[in-house]
């Protein structure tokens, strides 16, 4: 997984998700884990982590938003995204059914 950017960072956009923008990576590191534990039907399935650079590189080439993610296979091929919908728990249900079509169900 590649955490991004704070979609709605308290510091610039205040509707209270208790998240300020990051200053640096240590922030960003610290704003993925906290986003983390409060996933942790995803955070089960996810492998390794990632962080975007301060320039946001990964955003700038991929084009995806924060609230979107993507399943790859182990040559980094995208094998699934998230759509762009307003309840982001639809999107978490979704990426539950495609990783239990793919690798099986969780024991």
Do not use: R
Not at 65 to 81: C, L, N, R, V
């Amino acid at each position: 997984m590649i955490y991004i950017h704070e979609a709605h960072a308290d510091d610039v956009w205040p509707v209270g998700y208790g998240i300020n923008s990051a200053k640096n990576l240590d922030e960003k590191w610290q704003n993925c884990n906290a986003h983390m534990k409060q996933w942790p039907e995803l955070n089960e399935h996810i492998d390794q982590i990632f962080v975007d650079n301060m320039d946001n590189d990964f955003i700038n080439i991929s084009g995806c938003w924060p609230e979107g993610f993507y399943f790859t296979d182990s040559i980094g091929q995208a094998k699934w995204g998230s759509k762009m919908l307003i309840d982001t728990k639809v999107n978490i249900l979704n990426a539950e059914i495609y990783l239990e079509s793919t690798f099986g169900k969780k024991e």
